[in-house]
């Protein structure tokens, strides 16, 4: 059982430039979370996600991010006009059903020149 | 989430045992405690959890105080590897979907 796939693993864009970062969660998992990590700091919850819905943004910065999560395909965090404080590792987890564990992905190092 | 404290930072021998303390004061009845690490450049990695009796796993062990206001997270025999950031994150079982809401863990430095 393939655990969870984030890409790209890092990720280099200019300011003003959009990212897309994305998360494969594991298999039969339909809950996905999304946290960033500044450098030297700890993780912050973004979103919460279920397949065609978002149930928590309460961590989403108001304006330039958004997230997404189809009814195929991988889950989608989507930064526009990226300025250099969004330089951060993002991870994404997804949600076991047994103990309601989260399994992290191994993150996308997105960094702003 | 209930708040959690620990220290920022431990150091260990490796192969000697580990304990790494958590308090977490204000814990309501339905409060699991759960244990994630973190190594270097790595996501989170889950490792135990409890509510009220010990836990054991391949990983480690959780004890729990009898009064749940406090729990320690031990690793039997350090290695190289279990140097890490580990977080004690309390999850309201009424909530257990919702986020992990991760402080600041202790950073746990193992020395050969």
């Known amino acids: 059982n393939a655990g969870v796939m984030q890409n790209p693993r890092h990720l280099v864009r200019r300011r003003g430039q959009e990212a897309r970062l994305r998360c494969s969660p594991m298999?039969?998992?339909?809950?996905v979370y999304w946290y960033r990590q500044l450098p030297e700091e700890g993780l912050k919850f973004m979103v919460y996600?279920?397949?065609?819905?978002?149930?928590?943004e309460s961590g989403m910065p108001k304006e330039r991010f958004s997230a997404e999560f189809p009814k195929e395909g991988p889950s989608i965090l989507r930064i526009q006009q990226v300025v250099r404080g969004d330089s951060a590792a993002y991870f994404c987890?997804?949600?076991?059903?047994?103990?309601?564990?989260?399994?992290f992905g191994p993150g996308t190092r997105l960094t702003v020149l | 989430d209930a708040k959690t404290t620990q220290p920022n930072s431990m150091e260990s021998n490796e192969e000697e045992p580990v304990h790494l303390p958590c308090n977490h004061s204000?814990?309501?009845?339905?409060?699991?405690i759960h244990w994630y690490r973190q190594l270097p450049s790595q996501g989170p990695e889950y490792v135990i959890h409890?509510?009220?009796s010990n836990v054991n796993n391949r990983m480690a062990s959780l004890a729990i105080a009898e009064d749940r206001k406090s729990s320690t997270l031990i690793l039997h025999r350090a290695t190289l590897r279990d140097a890490a950031v580990y977080y004690c994150?309390?999850?309201?079982?009424?909530?257990?979907?919702?986020?992990?809401?991760f402080g600041g863990g202790t950073r746990l430095m193992v020395k050969p």
């Open positions: 996600l279920q397949k065609e819905n978002i149930i928590d």
């Open positions: 298999k039969g998992h339909s809950h």
């Open positions: 409890g509510l009220t």
């Open positions: 987890a997804s949600r076991g059903s047994i103990y309601n564990e989260q399994f």
């Open positions: 994150i309390l999850r309201d079982v009424d909530n257990a979907g919702n986020m992990l809401t």
């Open positions: 204000t814990i309501s009845g339905t409060d699991y």
